[in-house]
């Protein structure tokens, strides 16, 4: 999968999931880096074919009036910690994966994976 993890996710969440072979960049990685506006993620990701891995739900609203981000998992958990975020995704990873294969906006709670599109 091709993902773009928003700003305010950990960078290490994009090399987690870049060793899991997956292709993975952070807006830190940007030229604008945090600064990247959801504008460019949106258009980085329609043209790369990204999903966008994010906790602000605009990109939700963007997807489903505009189409624009083409994929979007939703990090729904409200204010967690690092470690505690990163030890959800481990848990969930199969069933992520496996989802976005097919599914184009999926969020992911503290205590479940829901499948919208």
Known sequence: MRLIIDAQLPRR???WLSARGHDALHTLDLPDANRTTDAAISDLACRDDR???TKDSD???SHLLLGRPPAVLLIATGNLGNNNLMRLLEHNIDALERELLSHRLIEL???ALVVRD
Request: no cysteine.
């Open 13 to 15: 969440l994009a090399r």
């Open 59 to 61: 990109f939700v609203y």
């Open 51 to 53: 999903i966008v891995v």
């Open 109 to 111: 709670g503290r205590d």
